[in-house]
Nanobody, 121 residues
Framework: QVQLVESGGGLVQPGGSLRLSCAAS????????MGWYRQAPGKQRELVAT??????KYADSVKGRFTISRDNAKNTVYLQMNSLKPEDTAVYYC????????????????WGQGTQVTVSS
């Protein structure tokens, strides 16, 4: 079993900053990729940023404002969010493509429980 635990969400004013963290634990052989997705009310879940080895991908809407980083030793991924806008309001979900100890040849997606980010004055 693999668990992803997110933290760092909350209420912030427009123009403010937040830092999200997601720590993976459990029966981990290796983590191929980690990332963040978000889902606003009435909308589909969308990609925010992913990091795979040295490759990083951002949604166009967050480029230049958000920064994803990863600490492989801690199996943790971070999302630094600056210059937040009301349209960034959503539940943010951590995702990890994990190979487990009982099946190291096959990677499977795992999701965190989500953390609410609200940008409002």
């Amino acid at each position: 079993q693999v668990q992803l635990v997110e933290s760092g969400g909350g209420l912030v004013q427009p123009g403010g900053s937040l830092r999200l963290s997601c720590a993976a634990s459990g029966s981990i052989f290796t983590i191929n990729a980690m990332g963040w997705y978000r889902q606003a009310p009435g909308k589909q879940r969308e990609l925010v940023a992913t990091i795979t080895g040295g490759m990083i991908k951002y949604a166009d809407s967050v480029k230049g404002r958000f920064t994803i980083s990863r600490d492989n030793a801690k199996n943790t991924v971070y999302l630094q969010m600056n210059s937040l806008k009301p349209e960034d309001t959503a539940v943010y979900y951590c995702n990890a493509l994990v190979r487990t100890l009982d099946n190291p040849a096959y990677g499977r997606d795992h999701w965190g429980q989500g953390t609410q980010v609200t940008v409002s004055s």
